[in-house]
DNA sequence: AAGACGAAAGTGGTTGA
DNA sequence: TCAACAACTTTCGTCTT
């Protein structure tokens, strides 16, 4: 096994560092990013001489993945085949464990169960990676040990976990989109997404709008070289300092529909403030600026 | 007639006393 | 807790193509 160098986690700083070897994953205990997961052993560190030596050291099995409600590791106490072999001492305490182990279930886990099946059905709708859809669940369990679903509807949480997620992934969704998916008020959405980032400390930063535009072009129909224009106006806006506290997704559209304009694929503000979230209003406002500022005038008369 | 433009008033959320 | 505030929206009248 190669030592690790990493020992801070780059995102929160943190040195809390969790190695898991069934994963090949190094991650953050405290917010959850991998660090390192091409971290693969090829060696079998161990022999089988018989079948019990076998029973006892493979470790193989069904993938662990957030995404089910017990990482897909269930653990029951056992049933009755256990019990006959238990002394009369042992009998109580294998009860009170059983009922423990219902206690637990019926509360934790059935609404993660619950809960992460409603993951999956807003993730798809929304067509989300699955590493989204993991750091999501992964949240989401977090949350649920937490107690920060009491006196929030279920529903809602997902929904914060899933936006929290897109937004770390770069992969950003708005908050309408999320609304709508999950049938949770945006209003609802962003108050659960500010509360669980902040009691589960996880870092989100300032989402970049250049994450929108891929998804806004193609929406758009326009083509690559409009995106990549669209992406360069963006870069050259940050650098200009014409950014900070805008909402990204009013300059994604407005950088959109300008690189549209230039690239002779003219789409109309109204077309491109739908696919957008924005009204005309506010791309009138970003596109003033960028003309202003960047001196793309000459661009457009040609 | 449709699209672009801009002024003015309204909205929801953040911040700082 | 409240008021000031910035960003964004809604609405609407006017100009341009």
């Given at each position: 096994?190669?030592?690790?160098?990493v020992?801070?986690?780059?995102?929160c700083?943190?040195?809390?560092?969790?190695?898991?070897?069934d994963?090949?994953?190094?991650?953050?205990?405290?917010?959850?990013?991998?660090?390192?997961?091409?971290?693969?052993?090829?060696e079998?560190?161990?022999?089988?001489?018989?079948?019990?030596?076998?029973?006892k050291?493979?470790?193989?099995?069904?993938?662990?993945?957030?995404?089910?409600?017990?990482?897909?590791?269930?653990?029951?106490?056992?049933?009755?085949?256990?019990?006959?072999?238990?002394?009369?001492?042992?009998?109580?305490k294998?009860?009170?464990?059983?009922?423990?182990?219902?206690?637990?279930?019926?509360?934790?886990?059935?609404?993660?169960?619950?809960a992460?099946?409603?993951?999956?059905?807003?993730s798809?709708?929304?067509?989300?990676?699955?590493?989204?859809?993991?750091?999501?669940?992964?949240?989401?369990?977090r949350?649920?040990?937490?107690?920060?679903?009491?006196?929030?509807?279920?529903?809602?949480?997902?929904?914060?976990?899933v936006?929290?997620?897109?937004?770390?992934q770069?992969?950003?969704?708005?908050?309408?989109?999320?609304?709508?998916?999950?049938?949770?008020?945006?209003?609802?959405?962003?108050?659960?997404?500010?509360?669980?980032?902040?009691?589960?400390?996880?870092?989100?930063?300032?989402s970049?709008?250049?994450?929108?535009?891929p998804?806004?072009?193609?929406?758009?129909?326009?083509?690559?070289?409009?995106?990549?224009?669209?992406v360069?106006?963006?870069?050259?806006?940050?650098?200009?300092?014409?950014?900070?506290?805008?909402?990204?997704?009013?300059?994604?559209?407005?950088?959109?529909?300008v690189?549209?304009?230039?690239?002779?694929?003219?789409?109309t503000?109204?077309?491109?403030?739908?696919?957008?979230g924005?009204?005309?209003?506010?791309?009138?406002?970003?596109?003033?600026?960028?003309?202003?500022?960047?001196?793309?005038?000459?661009?457009?008369?040609?």
């Open positions: 096994m190669p030592e690790k160098t020992k801070k986690c780059p995102e700083g943190a040195t809390n560092l969790k190695v898991n070897r994963r090949g994953e190094v991650a953050c205990r405290e917010c959850g990013l991998v660090l390192e997961d091409t971290m693969v052993d090829f079998q560190e161990w022999r089988e001489f018989d079948a019990e030596a076998a029973e050291k493979r470790r193989t099995g069904a993938p662990m993945s957030y995404t089910h409600f017990d990482q897909g590791l269930g653990t029951e106490v056992g049933t009755k085949a256990d019990y006959y072999k238990l002394g009369g001492g042992n009998k109580n294998f009860f009170r464990l059983r009922k423990w182990q219902q206690r637990i279930s019926t509360a934790i886990e059935r609404n993660l169960k619950l992460l099946s409603e993951l999956k059905r807003v798809s709708y929304l067509k989300l990676p699955s590493n989204v859809e993991e750091e999501a669940s992964r949240m989401y369990t949350a649920v040990q937490k107690n920060l679903v009491r006196g929030r509807s279920m529903e809602s949480v997902v929904a914060g976990c936006y929290a997620a897109c937004r770390r770069g992969v950003p969704r708005t908050l309408d989109e999320i609304a709508e998916a999950s049938d949770v008020e945006k209003k609802e959405v962003g108050r659960t997404y500010r509360f669980v980032t902040r009691e589960l400390d996880i870092k989100i930063l300032p970049n709008p250049a994450d929108y535009v998804r806004f072009a193609s929406s758009l129909n326009l083509s690559a070289e409009t995106q990549t224009r669209a360069e106006i963006i870069e050259a806006a940050q650098r200009a300092e014409l950014t900070s506290g805008r909402g990204p997704t009013g300059i994604a559209a407005a950088a959109l529909y690189s549209s304009l230039i690239n002779g694929e003219k789409r503000q109204r077309e491109v403030a739908d696919v957008a924005v009204t005309e209003v506010t791309i009138r406002n970003r596109y003033k600026e960028l003309l202003e500022e960047l001196g793309l005038e000459d661009e457009l008369n040609r």
